[in-house]
């Protein structure tokens, strides 16, 4: 038996256990699943024997990539001093120390800090200081948002496919705005489109709400909705709509925060607005679980009853992520971003233009989606996209996959990523693209 047979019975039996002891809606990538056993810089080990390039970033989590001397080093420090947990009962130097970079960076005047472990918990975070502020359960999202899987922020994502309920501890009103491409709106001009989508907004407030809406939260970039991207200044438009109300505006920077738009630290500064809250996770402390709320203060300090996180800043969280910090800024990894992003971005949209099952390449900096469709039209082509995620693993390059229907790659890598991976990956794509173009054609 070689190695690979060897690896591949390993894997066949570890997918077994997997299938019997795991939620069956814990979806895995690939007919025949992948086992991640090493990495460095950003190149993944498979179970089978295989190393890759890395395009996905463990859905942008892992922000400077692997075996990163920085975060490693800084996480034995803490790890050494004998404490991984303090609970908040008791002063956290590094928490504070990270509360205080954070607050700045986030633009809010007089910012606050809490620290929770993902995503999820930090969107429902600030929904509980937005409804509990303007003591009202009403809010609005977006049309193909996604913001987590808890009972809340599953009430708020406008995604069908990951509304696995019906129940809500909140009346939800969504808008249109953010998914451009299939959008009633997407023949406009950016102007116009801003207009349609801000009297759309405005209509919505004064047709399915009571008036006293807590927030509009919403992601910059649609992640899980395929990176859908809204032309620039959609949001401070809205904003100004929002303020006649007293609705708070809510920035979900779980997956564009820390310079992966290239162009910005946060993806709202491409639209000329301020938030009220900000959100993050993901790829703050370099693949290590963490999540955060920025608020006003007056926000963040209006609870009136006790609230914490067990182990939310914890010691080991905080010293990766300002060891991540120091290194994004050190290296000036948004401006890599930025770079690499329009080189990749220049490549995948002449691909595009020699093939009729791509029919839309969005994005920014290291977040580029590519929507796939039914040859010549623009069907939603979810089998096109499992081609090719599965053409690129061949070839050596993982990538990720989403959209509302499932047919958008996703190209999200560590924000470390070198101009020869940039180029090799690009090759590799347009490969697997070039492939499935012929297989369906």
Not at 45 to 62: E, M, P
Not at 405 to 419: A, C, D, K, Q
């Amino acid at each position: 038996m070689t190695s690979t047979d060897r690896a591949t019975e390993r894997g066949g039996d570890l997918l077994a256990r997997h299938r019997a002891v795991l939620p069956n809606w814990q979806a895995l990538y690939y007919d025949d699943p992948l086992e991640i056993v090493g990495g460095q810089g950003r190149r993944l080990t498979g179970g089978d024997g295989r190393t890759y390039l890395d395009f996905f970033a463990g859905i942008l989590s892992n922000s400077l990539g692997y075996g990163v001397p920085e975060i490693n080093d800084a996480v034995r420090r803490q790890l050494d001093t004998g404490v991984v947990h303090t609970s908040t009962a008791y002063l956290g130097r590094a928490q504070v120390e990270y509360a205080e970079r954070v607050a700045e960076l986030s633009g809010i005047p007089g910012a606050k800090v809490f620290f929770v472990n993902s995503g999820t918990e930090a969107n429902e975070a600030a929904l509980l200081l937005t409804t509990h502020a303007r003591r009202s359960n009403q809010v609005l999202a977006l049309r193909n948002s996604y913001h987590g899987r808890a009972f809340a922020t599953v009430a708020i994502t406008g995604n069908r496919s990951w509304g696995t309920s019906s129940l809500s501890p909140v009346h939800v009103s969504y808008v249109h705005g953010g998914y451009r491409y299939r959008s009633p709106f997407r023949h406009l001009s950016d102007a116009d489109y801003i207009e349609a989508c801000v009297d759309d907004l405005r209509d919505v407030i004064q047709t399915t709400t009571a008036g006293d809406v807590a927030c509009m939260i919403a992601e910059p970039i649609q992640g899980v909705g395929g990176f859908a991207t809204p032309p620039d200044g959609l949001y401070g438009a809205m904003k100004q709509v929002l303020d006649e109300y007293g609705i708070h505006f809510v920035t979900d920077e779980v997956q564009t925060g820390w310079g992966r738009t290239g162009e910005h630290f946060w993806g709202y500064q491409a639209h000329d607005v301020v938030p009220d809250v900000l959100t993050f996770a993901k790829g703050a402390a370099g693949g290590l679980a963490i999540g955060g709320v920025v608020a006003r203060a007056d926000l963040m300090d209006g609870l009136n009853a006790s609230s914490l996180s067990t182990f939310g800043g914890n010691p080991l969280a905080m010293a990766a992520a300002n060891a991540t910090l120091d290194y994004l800024l050190a290296h000036d990894l948004q401006a890599n971003a930025a770079k690499l992003g329009a080189k990749l971005m220049s490549g995948l949209r002449a691909l595009a233009d020699g093939t009729n099952i791509v029919g839309d390449v969005r994005g920014k900096g290291l977040m580029i989606g590519l929507e796939l469709v039914e040859p010549g039209t623009d069907t939603p082509s979810p089998r096109a996209a499992a081609m090719v995620l599965a053409e690129c693993r061949r070839g050596g390059l993982l990538v990720g996959k989403g959209g509302l229907h499932g047919n958008v790659i996703r190209i999200g890598p560590p924000l470390t990523l070198t101009e020869d991976e940039a180029e090799e990956g690009l090759a590799i794509a347009s490969d697997a693209i070039g492939r499935v173009y012929e297989a369906l054609v």
